[in-house]
Antibody
């Protein structure tokens, strides 16, 4: 079964850091672009970052550039999101998602992990 | 950035109704559009890609149409499990963007 399982969310103070992980199984992880998408409480979906199969290309939404870093470890079938200098507006459920081959729509999603930035 | 206008934001309907949701782009995106369904507390699920191609396993009562700037998601005969929020997403131009969402609620 194709599966993505996120972990690492929690409560963090403004200015703090958190590292999210996403464990992939049931497919050849190293063959896919991967992404993080977030959803603030009661709000819509926002694409955050994505990374190429070999990690050589990474892209971010403007609001997280310089603060968040996406990475992957294909040997461990894992995707990561290092989040630094967190702000209240980063509070959201963070989803790990797989891109379909050759196109940038997301065909597999994890259940999400919740990040709360509050003092 | 491509801006997306999804409408309506809230749609009240009954089981068996035919419903349509619109997604309009600020510029043409050919057919690079996907639709997702999200139920409360759950992750989004892919319904349609390339504007009109049904994802495997998605019931045939769902259909998508359009190209360029105007797109439509249609549910031909609303079922109880279809009450959810629906999002469109363009993947023509970076950064990928989502519509604001349409909540389909029970009338």
């Amino acid at each position: 079964e194709v599966q993505l399982v996120e972990s690492g969310g929690g409560l963090v103070q403004p200015g703090g850091s958190l590292r999210l992980s996403c464990a992939a199984s049931g497919f050849t992880f190293s063959s896919y672009w991967m992404s993080w998408v977030r959803q603030a409480p009661g709000k819509g979906l926002e694409w955050v970052a994505n990374i190429k199969q070999d990690g050589s290309e990474k892209y971010y939404v403007d609001s997280v550039k310089g603060r968040f870093t996406i990475s992957r470890d294909n040997a461990k079938n894992s995707l990561y999101l290092q989040m630094n200098s967190l702000r209240a507006e980063d509070t959201a459920v963070y989803y790990c998602a797989r891109y379909a081959p050759y196109y940038y729509y997301m065909d597999v999603w994890g259940k999400g992990t919740t990040v709360t930035v509050s003092s | 950035v491509i801006w997306m206008t999804q409408s309506p934001s809230l749609l009240s309907a009954s089981t068996g109704d035919r419903v349509t949701i619109s997604c309009r782009m600020s510029q043409g995106i050919s057919s690079y559009l996907a639709w997702y369904q999200q139920k409360p507390g759950k992750a989004p699920e892919l319904l349609i890609y390339a504007a009109s191609t049904l994802q495997s396993g998605v019931p045939s009562r769902f259909s998508g149409s359009g190209s360029g700037t105007d797109f439509t998601l249609t549910i031909s005969c609303l079922q109880s499990e279809d009450f959810a929020t629906y999002y469109c997403q363009q993947y023509y131009s970076f950064p990928w963007t989502f519509g604001q969402g349409t909540k389909v609620e029970i009338k």
